[in-house]
């Protein structure tokens, strides 16, 4: 009896139930609205079963039947996640799909190099990187959308387990002809009558924030951005100091003008970066080979686009 599903099927089954809606399912899984709805149609004919109940306002709706797939579903990818990761152990290979996480705030730093460096040494694998930020990284993981992130221990849950991989001290970002750009260390003390630009995405804003927790007052905020590369354009052009976790080779804005970078003299413990994954979770052999290849760049001081 032919199968009336394929596996890519399920996932884009699964993704759209989660996301409510076509089109949010479709920014999640970087695949075409109409990609996805021909999935669902696909599947829904080959079962007899209506899976969604499509509404405008609501978007799209699992039906009972379709909350029961789901959960099947489930079972199914996870089946055969697992298949796949035995056939690895018995050829000695390390292939399949990989989802990846990655915190908004550096992917476009160091995830394409550090990505094309593990494709080179492991050119079966089908790598997906997923652009998050740290609300959604718990919510992917906790839902099995993606197989491990690379993030920071900010805010972390108890069911996440975190490796860590490099210490990212903070940075003040500021434009070359600040008043305080000639200073070789900066306070908070320094900063608090300063207009700031302030990273402003989930868990990240209170973290940026902190550091002015011991003065019991918090600087004036410029503007808010969640795109760090908006943020260092409006350093960059005079709208404010920011606040960055790490030190980039690159000192330039995206559009050409220069920025300084002065360590933050605080008491508030530097972000770690590192990687996630959901404990107690089954750790491919594919799975093992990217974080293995991370810690591998992280002990040769070599993640890519940071000064380390």
Do not use: W
């Not at 924030?209 to 951005?225: D, G, H």
């Amino acid at each position: 009896m032919p199968l009336r599903f394929t596996l890519r099927q399920l996932e884009y089954f699964i993704a759209v139930g989660e996301a409510g809606s076509i089109a949010l399912a479709s920014e999640m899984v970087n695949v075409t609205a109409p990609s996805l709805s021909s999935a669902i149609a696909q599947l829904e004919a080959g079962f007899g079963v209506q899976l969604f109940t499509r509404r405008h306002a609501q978007g799209s709706v699992l039906t009972p039947a379709g909350v029961r797939f789901t959960e099947q579903a489930r079972e199914v990818l996870a089946n055969a996640a697992q298949l796949n990761d035995m056939a690895n152990i018995y050829t000695g290979s390390v292939r399949g799909p990989l989802r990846v996480g990655c915190l908004k705030t550096f992917v476009q730093i160091m995830v394409p190099q550090l990505r094309r460096g593990f494709e080179d040494k492991h050119s079966n694998v089908d790598f997906n990187q997923i652009e998050l930020d740290q609300a959604q990284i718990f919510d992917a993981l906790g839902s099995a959308r993606i197989d491990i992130a690379l993030t920071y221990d900010l805010s972390l849950h108890s069911d996440i387990d975190f490796q860590p991989l490099h210490p990212l001290p903070p940075y003040v970002m500021v434009a070359v002809d600040h008043p305080l750009a000639g200073a070789k260390e900066l306070s908070a003390e320094d900063l608090i009558d300063h207009e700031m630009v302030l990273l402003d995405m989930p868990h990240s804003s209170e973290y940026f924030l902190s550091f002015f927790r011991s003065l019991s007052r918090r600087p004036s905020i410029a503007e808010r951005t969640s795109e760090i590369t908006i943020q260092r354009c409006l350093v960059a052009n005079g709208f404010g100091f920011g606040i960055s976790n790490m030190r980039t080779v690159s000192k330039m804005s995206m559009d050409g003008m220069p920025l300084k970078f002065i360590p933050l003299k605080t008491d508030v413990p530097p972000l770690q970066l590192g990687i996630a994954l959901p404990k107690a979770s089954h750790v491919s052999r594919t799975i093992q080979a990217f974080i293995d290849h991370c810690h591998e760049a992280a002990d040769a001081n070599k993640l890519p686009g940071l000064v380390m």
